[in-house]
Each structure stands twice: as structure tokens, then as C-alpha cells.
């Protein structure tokens, strides 16, 4: 299976299934000298763990990281880092039933016409399972921004038509609550609405927005390795996200050019800074200085326990009732998992402009 591989200087490699032995993920690139341990990636790792509240699955997994290689006493060596977890509450028999027929909204049928086979316990490399390796790798990323100055924040934006508003924002209101929203009304609201679609047998779809802050002007090519649009390869590339915006999006399209473009002034000290930031930190495809926002759409949890309409590998239309344990709405576990393939992204273009001139 060919791409499971990101990133140009700094490398990650991720392996394993829902269903098998563990996850794991390999770091080529890291720089030596980098103080690491297992305790700095579990803190990431506990935020995207499976059972941790009414409204994610109750599949219980520890998610205990291990470091198999590149750290030695307390810091990176600059060879590969690998690590893994090793899975401990799979309950395959809940997938038996459907080994052969087709969910709607997931892959199956896609692996089905690639490979001409599948691996149905829970997905296989498309379950939600491997975003572990992901947000295992991006903690180490987080960690090397952080020698540079330069900070990503994500958080849950909206859950169904519930979102957060700017006047109740409240940072620190994100880790008081499951639903990692910033907007204590909000969370409130997302609860009640999240209730009715559970006794419905229903799930919701959400908005995260991450915001990295720090970064300096000039991250990211000109063509083809644009920061925007590696962030929307990267953010695009987790399972269920499907749509991707930078600074105002879409919304940009229905404005005008006076109210969309952000204005250079230079102020007391010198510097060149934007009044405004329309453009959500990014210009001709590198950082311009200001905070780079990006926002990811999730589609509602597939997996529901409503009787659905699809079709068997033997070509027969048949009806399926999904049984086992899934998440009702994914946005909450996928928060850190948006900080994750932006901190390695951004941490990716940053070494690789090191190289631009002398």
C-alpha cells in the first residue's frame, strides 16, 4: 500500500490497523538534541483516546505510547523515532456480520474495487483508529515549533448547527469540556442537540478551526509546496474531513476586493504587520506573519444504528443495521488530530525553507 508516508524533510511513515496489534508511527527528520519522552506525546495522545465521555465510542483503550527508538536519556538522537501502541479492547466479532456487505459512508466498497480485499474489522488503515500514529508523530512536531516560538491551537468550531460565538470565546473553556469548545453556552447547546440525535440512533457532523500563531513571514513555496495548500493536502487527508478553508474561505468569494484585502502598516517598532487578516495568514502560498487560521468540516460519524439501504459483495441490494461501538459525532476526538497534521506541516515547510538562501 503506497501512501502512507507525509512530509519532505521532517518524515512520518504510520502502520497498523483498527482491529490488528497496534498503531505505530515512524519520525524521519527529527533534529538531535530535542528533549522528548513519552509523558509529551501521552499528553496529546489522552485528547483523542477513545471513552471519554457519553458521546465518543466505548471501545477502552489505554493508547499508551511507547518509544521504540531515537531518543536516547531524554533526547533525540536525530535517527528515525519509532513508536507504538498497542491495541487492547478490539471486539472484531462486532464486525462479522458485515464482512460482506458494503457501510454506507465508508470505504469498504473502495478497497474492495482497489485491492479485491478488505480488512472489515472496524476499517482496517481507513478507521479512525490511525489518526494515534498521526497525533503521536505531530506531538513530537509541536514540541520542535515550540523551540522556534510558534504555537497551534485547535478547537471545536461547531457541532451540527451549534457554534461558537466570538463575543463567549474562552480558550480555556476548551479544556473544561469533552466537546473541546471554547464557548461554555455553546458546549450547553451541542449537549442537548448531540442527546437528541443519540435517541434518534443518529450522528452530527462538525467545524474545527486551528490557529497557529508565532510563525514567521516567508514558511512555504511559491508554486507547488504552498503552505495553504499543503494544509488542505494534510487536513484533507484525515478521515471524514470534507471541505477545507483558509482565513475566510469560501466566504471570500461573495466579497469585494476593498473588504478582502488585509492592509500592510508598519508600527512603532518598525515592523510590517496586517489590520486585518482576510487572508488567514497566508499569501502567494508562504506565511505572511500573522496567525495562520484554517478551518476543517467533518462529515457526521457514518457508522449509525438506523437501518440503512446497501448492497453485498455478491451484488444483491440488502438492508444493514450497524452494531458495536462508535462515536456519535467524531469532531470532539478530531480536534487534536487537525493540531497534529498542521504542526507537522508547518514544521515540514519551515526546515525545508532553510535551505532558500544564505
Same mark, same amino acid.
Given at each position: ?8 524533510i521532517?518524515?512520518? /511513515?504510520?502502520?497498523?490497523?483498527s ?10 527528520g527529527?533534529?538531535?538534541g =530535542? ?26 483503550e ?7 527508538s ?10 528515525p $523515532?519509532? /513508536? ?8 472484531s ?8 456487505? &458494503?457501510?454506507?459512508?465508508h470505504?469498504d #466498497?473502495?478497497?474492495?474495487?482497489? #485491492? ?22 505531530g ?5 520542535? =515549533? ?15 448547527p ?8 474562552? *480558550? ?6 469533552? *466537546? &473541546? ?16 440525535l443519540?435517541?434518534?440512533? !443518529? ?14 513571514a516567508?514558511?512555504g513555496?511559491?508554486? %507547488?509546496?504552498? *503552505? ?9 487527508? $484525515? ?10 474561505? %469560501?466566504a ?33 502560498g /508562504?506565511? !505572511?506573519?500573522?496567525?495562520?487560521? =484554517? ?11 438506523q ?17 458495536g ?23 515540514? *515547510? ?9
Amino acid at each position: 500500500m503506497a501512501g502512507s508516508t507525509f512530509g519532505n524533510i521532517f518524515r512520518v /511513515m504510520t502502520w497498523g490497523e483498527s482491529h490488528g496489534r497496534g498503531i505505530g508511527v515512524t519520525i524521519d527528520g527529527c533534529p538531535a538534541g =530535542l528533549a522528548l519522552s513519552e509523558e509529551d506525546i501521552q499528553v496529546y495522545l489522552d485528547r483523542r483516546k477513545p471513552g471519554q465521555s457519553r458521546f465518543t465510542t466505548a471501545r477502552q483503550e489505554g493508547d499508551r505510547i511507547e518509544i521504540l527508538s531515537g531518543v536516547f536519556e531524554g533526547r533525540t538522537t536525530g535517527t528515525p $523515532i519509532a /513508536m507504538a501502541a498497542f491495541n487492547e479492547d478490539q471486539r472484531s466479532r462486532d464486525y462479522s456480520a458485515i464482512k460482506d456487505v &458494503y457501510r454506507p459512508g465508508h470505504a469498504d #466498497y473502495c478497497y474492495d474495487a482497489k #485491492y479485491g480485499f478488505r480488512d472489515y474489522r472496524g476499517g482496517g488503515r481507513s478507521s479512525g483508529r490511525e489518526t494515534l500514529a498521526r497525533v503521536a508523530a505531530g506531538a513530537v512536531a509541536a514540541k520542535v =515549533l515550540k523551540e522556534y516560538g510558534i504555537t497551534v491551537t485547535a478547537y471545536t468550531k461547531s457541532i451540527g448547527p451549534i457554534e461558537i460565538a466570538a463575543e463567549r470565546f474562552e *480558550l480555556a473553556e476548551r479544556d473544561r469540556n469533552r *466537546l &473541546y469548545m471554547p464557548d461554555a453556552r455553546a458546549v450547553e447547546e451541542a449537549e442537548i442537540y448531540l442527546d437528541g440525535l443519540m435517541r434518534e440512533q !443518529d450522528s452530527s457532523g462538525g467545524v474545527v478551526e486551528c490557529v497557529v500563531e508565532g510563525c514567521p513571514a516567508g514558511v512555504g513555496e511559491p508554486v %507547488f509546496e504552498k *503552505l495553504d495548500a499543503c494544509l488542505a493536502k494534510a487536513i484533507m487527508s $484525515i478521515g471524514a474531513v470534507k471541505g477545507f478553508e483558509i482565513g475566510d474561505g %469560501f466566504a471570500a468569494a461573495k466579497s469585494r476586493g476593498s473588504q478582502n484585502n488585509d492592509a500592510f502598516r508598519v508600527n512603532d517598532a518598525g515592523n510590517i504587520y496586517k489590520e486585518t487578516n482576510h487572508a488567514g495568514g497566508v499569501l502567494g502560498g /508562504m506565511s !505572511d506573519g500573522s496567525p495562520i487560521v =484554517l478551518c476543517a468540516a467533518f462529515k457526521p460519524t457514518p457508522s449509525i444504528a438506523q437501518k440503512q439501504e446497501t448492497a453485498n459483495r455478491a451484488g444483491e441490494n440488502v438492508d444493514i443495521e450497524i452494531y458495536g461501538r462508535h462515536d456519535p459525532v467524531i469532531v470532539p476526538r478530531a480536534v487534536v488530530v487537525v493540531e497534529a497534521m498542521t504542526a507537522l506541516t508547518v514544521l515540514d *515547510l519551515l526546515l525545508l525553507g532553510r535551505s532558500a538562501r544564505i
